[in-house]
């Protein structure tokens, strides 16, 4: 597990350190000389005498006490060069860049096997195989290049594939993105994101760790641990982005629930980076820019100022912001004219404030000076500030530079002339400073940042239910979908409100349990998982009369072995479900039920266990919402029920892991409750 040999190494040895810069071997002594590095570093080639300068050791036998081994050698030598260092060079952390292992095949598979069993041996860290390396402040030993500029004060970047981290650098240099820590985990044999997450919030300082986090994912083999800490984290002030690859999922599609449609792994990560409060990217460009509005001050509220001189970016971020929930709001007060009065004639100062191509760094400096302290329409300031090439913008740059420092709003500097600007551009990232080349990925990513909900607490309260009965149920159900009567008995247990109703199968049994009930009613075969595409559900059944025709032809339905019979209930229809995701556990999803569900897709997801305050977001972030607190003259349902629905059904999945897939479509709402007429139960041992 991650260790101070690790991170802070006083020697490291390459083996398989190569005078040919285009070799691994030699790229990563390359780059580990060029480094902070102040250690000793030693190498290993049994072909070469002296390596880049450097006198080379004929065989890991005859190397001093070594803290950190960086490997570039085939990987079938691997074992047992660690096995070595581990027991015989005091050798506490590894970094295999080799590839050939458990990517590729099983004898792979049992060379990594073998390493990670030495290096645990020794309680030492492993980092790879399979990856690009690590950067450190202390040291790079990546064999790819670019290499970042590397301090504290930088971004931690853990990234699950290599090559991707290199383009995902390559991206964010540029814009002037420092970096603390890379871990190119590669195939995570020992160490992977979330053990790297653990470790970051195992050892935080609130002084001196980094504070933002980029999290590239291919796979999230331990979601808990990822959850537990990412989350931990994000409390203790830092903020984490993530990309998360592979969001289609072929199992869905088997899932012959609707949640089970609509759920599929992805939206358990969706849930899982919610929870965590991690905001969830797509592609390299994206995360990014993330990093960069990460690397500012915090957003605190959603009214933005925008800043220019050039309309047409100007217009084009303020539609992105408002697009996304924020808000570019109309400055109208009384210290409007008088800063009107100092810019150029046509300039505007209503938001946004465009002082025209010809206004001056001075210019900027007045309204930059307003926007912090004299316009409180606004909680910070984008400026977009490039050159037609007919001047140099230095002072400019030096002016949003030194506002930047003194303001209390935030400003976001768009900086767009990459090209004919360059000199200044590169002069303002000297300083320390992150250029957002394009506005509108600028705005989208303020807005999501803004409406991504912080971490769920760590204490959630679930309801109470009847878990002795439910346990009962479950211990005496075989696996498949529970009988109507199992599903009454958790729904029952789980305190979820349902319709009265009656399971019969003769006409005689069938008339008293209707009267009990009383007209008009609602029959529905038992047996066929989807009832109306087989003619199995009637509704409104008036009298005795039609119930016994619509028995005696309900009972001829395929697989048909009895019929529910139930109170017909009003209420306008919602759906909740519960999908269980390998390694996540269950995924609570709800929305608009009935039919809604298939053509809308309108849900809302949540990881379990929900609490009351999450069930609220997840119901507060359906598009449909407006029309579950009542609209226009429809009746809505009451919200809070729906909530403790939520949290009853979490409970229930609590006690109950064994159910795989469940459910409820349509509960009936209306403004005094929520009523189940259908659930869906599959049990999975
Ligand atoms: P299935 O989903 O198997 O087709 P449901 O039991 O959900 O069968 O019934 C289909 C539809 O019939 C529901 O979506 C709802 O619109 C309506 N419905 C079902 N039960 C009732 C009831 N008790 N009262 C009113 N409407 C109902
Ligand atoms: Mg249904």
Redesign the pocket.
């Known amino acids: 597990m991650i260790n101070e040999q690790l991170l802070n190494p006083q020697s490291i040895v390459v083996i398989g350190g190569s005078n040919d810069i285009h070799k691994p071997g030699g790229k990563v002594l390359y780059n580990l000389l060029k480094s902070n590095f102040k250690g000793q570093i030693h190498v290993v080639n049994p072909k070469e005498e002296k390596v880049a300068g450097i006198a080379a050791h004929q065989d890991v036998k005859d190397l001093p006490n070594v803290d950190l081994a960086v490997l570039a050698i085939p990987a079938k030598f691997c074992p047992e060069t660690v096995e070595i260092l581990t027991q015989n060079k005091n050798t506490r952390a590894f970094i295999v860049l080799s590839a050939g292992f458990s990517e590729t095949s099983q004898e792979g598979a049992e060379l990594e096997k073998r390493m990670v069993e030495a290096v645990n041996k020794v309680s030492g860290a492993l980092i790879g195989p399979n990856g690009i390396g690590m950067l450190t402040p202390n040291y790079a030993a990546v064999f790819t290049s670019p290499v970042p500029e590397l301090s504290s004060g930088g971004i931690d970047f853990i990234s699950g594939s290599g090559a991707t981290a290199v383009f995902i650098l390559e991206l964010g240099i540029p814009n002037g993105l420092r970096f603390a820590n890379l871990y190119s985990v590669g195939n995570s044999a020992q160490i992977g994101v979330e053990e790297v997450l653990k470790h970051m919030d195992e050892t935080f300082d609130a002084e001196k760790s980094p504070k933002v986090k980029l999290l590239y994912l291919e796979k999230i083999d331990k979601p808990e641990m990822f959850l537990k800490h990412a989350s931990s984290l994000i409390r203790k002030g830092c903020r984490i982005a993530a990309v998360k690859s592979g969001s289609s999922s072929a199992g869905s599609r088997a899932a012959s629930s609707h949640t089970g449609a609509l759920a599929g792994s992805d939206v358990a990560v969706d849930a899982l980076f919610r929870k965590s409060g991690v905001v969830r990217c797509y592609g390299r460009q994206e995360l990014i820019t993330m990093a960069s509005v990460f690397m500012q001050p915090e957003l605190k509220g959603k009214n933005i100022g925008v800043i220019t001189h050039a309309g047409g970016p100007a217009v084009m971020l303020t539609d992105a912001l408002e697009k996304g929930g924020l808000s570019v709001p109309k400055i109208q007060n009384k210290y409007s004219d008088a800063l009107l009065a100092k810019l150029y004639a046509g300039s505007s100062v209503a938001n946004p404030i465009d002082f025209l191509a010809t206004g001056t760094a001075a210019h900027l400096e007045e309204i930059i000076d307003y926007c912090d302290t004299k316009f409180d329409e606004i909680d910070a300031m984008v400026i977009i500030f490039g050159t037609p090439g007919l001047s140099e913008v230095f002072d400019a740059y030096e002016v949003i530079d030194r506002k930047m420092k003194s303001c209390h709003k935030p400003i976001y500097p768009v900086l767009p002339s990459l090209n004919e600007a360059k000199r200044e551009v590169a002069e303002f990232l000297s300083k320390g400073r992150v250029n957002f080349p394009e506005e509108v990925l600028l705005g989208n990513a303020l807005a999501k940042i803004f409406y991504t909900p912080k971490p769920v607490s760590e204490n959630i309260d679930l309801a109470k239910i009847d878990e002795n009965a439910v346990r009962q149920v479950i211990d005496s159900s075989s696996n498949g979908y529970l009988s109507p009567i199992s599903v009454q008995k958790l729904l029952d247990a789980a305190g979820i409100s349902r319709?009265k109703e009656f399971v019969v199968d003769t006409p005689d049994s069938a008339k008293i349990s209707a009267k009990e009930i009383g007209y008009p009613l609602?029959m529905?075969v038992v047996g066929?998982?989807?009832?109306?595409?087989v003619g199995?559900?009637v509704?409104n059944v008036k009298d005795e009369t039609q119930m016994l025709l619509e028995f005696e032809r309900m009972m001829k339905i395929k697989d048909t072995t009895s019929i529910l019979l139930?109170?017909?209930?009003?209420?306008f229809?919602i759906f909740v479900g519960a999908t269980r995701e390998e390694k996540f556990g269950h995924v609570i999803l709800c929305g608009l039920?009935?039919?809604y569900i298939e053509v809308f897709k309108d849900t809302a997801s949540a990881l379990c266990p929900v609490g009351k305050d999450e069930a609220l977001a997840m119901i507060k972030s359906l598009k449909s919402y407006k029309l579950f607190e009542g609209t226009r003259g429809q009746e809505g349902t009451n919200i809070d029920h729906f909530a403790e629905i939520i949290t009853r059904l979490s409970a229930l999945l609590k006690a109950a892991p064994e159910i795989a897939e469940m459910d409820i479509?349509?509960l009936?709402g209306t403004k005094e409750k929520l009523t189940a007429?259908?659930a869906?139960i599959r049990i999975e041992k």
């Open positions: 319709a609602v529905k066929p998982v989807h009832k109306s595409d199995g559900v509704l139930q109170a017909f209930l009003k209420g229809e039920g009935g039919i479509n349509p009936l007429v259908d869906r």
